[in-house]
C-alpha cells in the first residue's frame, strides 16, 4: 500500500505563486474531519490505521516544538548503593556508583560547611574537594545530579571562591553544571520571566564561553579534556532540543575527537543525521552498537532508531527485525534505568501493530 502525503500549507503557496487564488475543498471547512471526501477516507478500515500513525508523528512533532528543552530533560532515578553493587561487571552500573559516590561526598563537604562565607584560602580548601566530587560525578553520570542534596547558597559560595581561586576548573564548572540543571523557570508567571527558548539561549551562550576559554589553555591536561568533552556533550543535547542540528552534529563530533571512546557523543552524532542522511545515521548507529556496552541505557534506543530509519525506506522486514533486536535489548536493561520512552519507540511499536492490523484486514476482505 502506498500513500502519498499532501502538505497543504506548501501546495498553497505553489498555487498562489502561480496565480491561483482558489481554495481547496479541506481549506474551506473548519475542521478536515468534516470534508466528506477526507472523512470516508479516514474511515476505511485498510487506510484508518495509517492515518492514525501520521496523526501520532505530527502531535510528537508539536509536542517537541511547544517544550523546545524536552529532550535534555532527565527523568527522576531512584537508585540505591546496595542495588548498583549488584552489577559489579556492568560499565554502566559502575558510572552510575562513581555518580553516586562524589555526589554523596560533594553534599557531605557542603554541608559541613557551617560558614555562610568564602574569605579564606583555607575555607577554599574546605570546599576544593566538594566541586570536585559535583564534576567527576557529573562526568560519569550526569542523570543523577537532581538528587544531589545541597545548600541553598551552593552557587553563592562557588562564587566567592572563584574570586580567590579564579583558575579553578571545577568550581567554574560546578556552577555551570547547578545552573544548566536548574528548573527552567520554576515560578513562571506572565510577562517576567524568560522563555524556555531565551533560557536554552543563554545556556548555550554560558557553555560556549566556558568551553572557548578551556579550548585556548588545553595543552595535554586530561583532566581539562575530559571537562571539555562534557561540556560540548551537554552543548550538544542543548542544540539538539532546539533542533540546531547543524551545530549539534558540530559539537557532538568535537566531543568524539577529544574522546574517541565517547560512545554517547557517537549516538549523538548519529541522532543528527537522521532527517538530512538517514544511511550515514544508520551506520553511525550501528557503530555505536559495536562499541557501547549492552547496558549502555541508550542501547535500545539505537536499535528503535535503526528500525525507523528502515521504516521510512519502506524496508518494513529489516525495520521490524530490529524493532524486536530493541525489545530484547530492553530485557536486559538494568533494573535502576528508568523504561526506554523515546518518540522513536512509540512510533515503530504503533507502526507495527498497525501494519500487522492492516495485513489481517487485507486477509479478511481478500476472502
Request: hydrophobic letters at 35%.
Amino acid at each position: 500500500m502506498t500513500l502519498h502525503v499532501f502538505n497543504t500549507a506548501n501546495d498553497m503557496v505553489d498555487r498562489k505563486s502561480n496565480g491561483d487564488n482558489t481554495t481547496l475543498e479541506s481549506d474551506s471547512c473548519k475542521s478536515v474531519d468534516k470534508c466528506p471526501q477526507i472523512r470516508a477516507i479516514k474511515e476505511d478500515l485498510l487506510v484508518s490505521p495509517w492515518f492514525n500513525y501520521m496523526e501520532m508523528e505530527k502531535n510528537e512533532i508539536v509536542k517537541r516544538a511547544r517544550d523546545s528543552v524536552r529532550m535534555f530533560k532527565q527523568k527522576d532515578i531512584e537508585i540505591s548503593e546496595s542495588m548498583l553493587l549488584q552489577y559489579p561487571n556492568s560499565p554502566t552500573a559502575i558510572k552510575f556508583w562513581r555518580a553516586m559516590s562524589n555526589f554523596t561526598l560533594a553534599s557531605q563537604i557542603l554541608g559541613d560547611y557551617t560558614k555562610d562565607k568564602v574569605e579564606s584560602m583555607e575555607d577554599c580548601e574546605t570546599l576544593s574537594p566538594a566541586f570536585q566530587s559535583i564534576v567527576h560525578g557529573y562526568i560519569n553520570e550526569n542523570s543523577i545530579f537532581d538528587s544531589f542534596r545541597r545548600p541553598e547558597n551552593t552557587s553563592l559560595l562557588i562564587d566567592q571562591y572563584l574570586r580567590l581561586r579564579p583558575k579553578d576548573i571545577c568550581a567554574e564548572y560546578a556552577k555551570i553544571i547547578i545552573y544548566l540543571r536548574a528548573p527552567l523557570n520554576p515560578e513562571k508567571r506572565e510577562n517576567n520571566l524568560l522563555s524556555d527558548f531565551e533560557c536554552a539561549k543563554l545556556r548555550i551562550k554560558t557553555s560556549e564561553m566556558f568551553a572557548l576559554k578551556l579550548r585556548r589553555n588545553l595543552g595535554t591536561n586530561q583532566f581539562k579534556r575530559n571537562v571539555l568533552a562534557d561540556i560540548y556533550y551537554l552543548l550538544g543535547a542543548i542544540y539538539v532540543s532546539t533542533d540546531q542540528y547543524e551545530r549539534a552534529r558540530n559539537i557532538y563530533e568535537k566531543c568524539y575527537d577529544l574522546d574517541n571512546t565517547h560512545f554517547s557523543a557517537l549516538y549523538g552524532i548519529a541522532y543528527t543525521y537522521l532527517n538530512s542522511n538517514q544511511e550515514k545515521a544508520k551506520g553511525l548507529f550501528q557503530k555505536y552498537l559495536t562499541m557501547a556496552p549492552k547496558c549502555d541505557k541508550q542501547y535500545p534506543n539505537a536499535y528503535y532508531m535503526i528500525a525507523s530509519v528502515y521504516q521510512t525506506q519502506n524496508n518494513f522486514e529489516e525495520a521490524f527485525r530490529y524493532c524486536s533486536m530493541a525489545e530484547d535489548a530492553e530485557k536486559l536493561r538494568l533494573p535502576f534505568l528508568p523504561p526506554v520512552s523515546i518518540p522513536m519507540k512509540s512510533i515503530m511499536l504503533n507502526f507495527k501493530r498497525m501494519f500487522e492490523q492492516t495485513k489481517l484486514l487485507e486477509n479478511k476482505t481478500s476472502v
